[in-house]
């Protein structure tokens, strides 16, 4: 499942409550750069990294592939950067380089058909397993089963709670939004007629704070527009409905158990050793969230452009196999093996779900990376719960209980050095979270050459990913584990008092991670250096 949205929204918080902080709207934008003694900003401090390590340094290329929803391949921060096969010839129908994929010169999309179509919203795992044995299994006692049944009633009366508790959840999430739609647009119009304009944006409520004072809420309403990077009230209603579709989506297709697209894309979905399906199109039906990612971890930088990404010296490969919804492990496997197969160094996955029935697939492909030299960075999930007690997947840990070395999870932290300091939605774990990173209110592209704030874990995995390309640029003889080690132990530990998430205990943030610290590419950068040194 795609694990980032637009959170201000989603928390169903009304204009009036935003106001602007002190930073300008550069450093809002760009303030997961920022370095804490010299910016107060607990960013990674890659401005730092260049100016002070790098500038001196000539890196080689790194291939970071981005398993998610696609990628806008014709973003102007992005194109410069993104990765092509110069083996395959582009719809010629032919696989030219005889690898099982058909014009895969972008990369690849297991979420589409042979014609074309492409599965842009599905359901989630615990749909589909209280979908595949509810007939088999409602209404009947455990004690009744055989021990195999045992085991799958189980897993079905898990999945069965978690469907029940998502879908209640859902439908009260689309009434709340049904009705802040209709609280917002009111309120906006009520603004509108006031000040006698068509348009409410930033420069018309600017010159209103000034010019009306008898209108207090054009100064809150700024604030409003600004924090959340909108351009006017129109933009943020269109959120606000993109929101409430997706919600819509969520309780007809997501949480539907008579809903399957699968068909469209042709394969058997019990064979899970079955490669080759699917098509070249990586960009796909909505890719919202594959850009954005794409962006945080390689947006061409200092180009005066929109955002800057943390890596520079990157290619970026797109391979598609996150929908709206939740993944399939059989894609999960098969994008790994193709982005080790197709050379990436490092793979971002920002994507997560609760229940894993063909975990064993994942693994192996993990494995596979590890075995040859390539790191994977996985975003922890924003459940607000402590993976060290609970389910989530991709997990940091095999089947056999062993610990995935070539894997980094990541958890979500703010710009704020206060009790805030942890994002609300992060998931966390002393044993399970390695590392958290910058992940809310993060500034990147989007589709159709825009840029947009989102959080989630989802935006703090790509940062991680970016911070362990440029050790990879400026250290090639660095091995995945390598990578891994550097990251946790150059992350700047943090006592600072935080709420745990979802809760209101105060608890120690070093305590929620196994580094207890935030990534930091200037520390990083020196660890690198003294360790490949020591070692000539």
């Not at 790194?62 to 096969?85: E, Q």
């Not at 909505?286 to 452009?305: E, K, W």
């Not at 494995?367 to 993976?387: E, F, P």
């Not at 943030?509 to 990083?524: D, K, M, Q």
Request: with cysteine; charged share 20%; proline share 4%.
């Amino acid at each position: 499942m795609l694990v980032s949205t637009r959170l201000a929204l989603l928390g169903l918080l009304t204009f009036t409550s935003f106001m602007a902080r002190a930073q300008t709207t550069e450093q809002l934008r760009r303030w997961q750069h920022l370095d804490l003694k010299a910016d107060g900003v607990p960013g990674i401090s890659a401005d730092r990294a260049y100016q002070e390590l790098l500038a001196a340094r000539k890196p080689t290329p790194v291939l970071v592939a981005v398993l998610d929803s696609g990628i806008d391949s014709t973003h102007v921060d992005l194109k410069p950067i993104l990765w092509s096969k110069p083996t395959e010839i582009a719809g010629n129908g032919i696989d030219d380089d005889k690898n099982g994929y058909v014009d895969d010169v972008r990369g690849w999309n297991f979420l589409g058909g042979k014609d074309g179509q492409n599965i842009a919203v599905e359901t989630l795992e615990q749909t589909r397993i209280y979908a595949q044995y509810k007939a088999q299994f409602e209404g009947k006692k455990r004690r009744s089963l055989s021990a195999a049944d045992q085991a799958r009633f189980d897993v079905y009366e898990q999945a069965k709670a978690s469907y029940q508790q998502d879908r209640a959840q859902e439908n009260k999430q689309f009434s709340m939004l049904t009705g802040a739609l209709e609280s917002n647009t009111a309120a906006f119009e009520r603004v509108k007629r006031v000040l006698n304009v068509a348009l409410l944006d930033t420069a018309t409520l600017r010159q209103a704070t000034r010019s009306r004072p008898d209108v207090p809420s054009a100064a809150s309403l700024d604030g409003f527009l600004r924090r959340n990077n909108f351009a006017s009230t129109d933009a943020a209603l269109q959120s606000l409905n993109e929101a409430l579709t997706h919600s819509r989506d969520r309780l007809e297709k997501s949480l539907n158990p008579d809903y399957n697209p699968r068909a469209l894309v042709g394969d058997d979905l019990t064979n899970l050793t079955e490669t080759g399906y699917g098509n070249p199109d990586s960009q796909g039906p909505d890719a919202t969230h594959g850009t954005h990612c794409a962006g945080i971890i390689a947006g061409v930088r200092s180009n005066q452009l929109g955002a800057d990404g943390v890596a520079a010296s990157v290619r970026i490969m797109s391979v598609r196999s996150t929908p709206s919804g939740d993944e399939r492990d059989k894609d999960v496997a098969n994008a790994i093996r193709y982005a080790v197969d197709n050379g990436a160094q490092i793979i971002s996955m920002s994507f997560g779900k609760d229940f894993s029935p063909d975990k064993a697939a994942v693994d192996a492909a993990m494995q596979y990376a590890d075995q040859k030299g390539v790191l994977l960075v996985h975003a922890a999930g924003n459940s607000s719960r402590d993976t060290d007690a609970g389910r989530n997947f991709p997990s940091a840990r095999y089947l056999s209980g062993q610990d995935i070395p070539n894997q980094i999870t990541v958890g979500a932290s703010s710009r704020l050095n206060t009790e805030q300091l942890v994002a609300e939605f992060s998931n966390y774990g002393k044993q399970t979270v390695d590392v958290f990173a910058p992940g809310v209110d993060i500034y990147s592209s989007t589709p159709g050459n825009t840029y947009g704030t989102f959080s989630g874990t989802s935006m703090a995995a790509p940062v991680v990913a970016g911070v362990a390309a440029v050790l990879k640029a400026y250290f090639p003889q660095l091995t995945p584990q390598q990578l891994k080690q550097i990251i946790m132990q150059s992350a700047v530990p943090y006592h600072t008092k935080v709420l745990k998430p979802g809760t209101k205990k105060s608890v120690d943030f070093a305590t929620l991670s196994r580094s207890g610290g935030i990534v930091n590419l200037y520390e990083a950068v020196k660890l690198a250096e003294q360790q490949t040194t020591a070692s000539k």
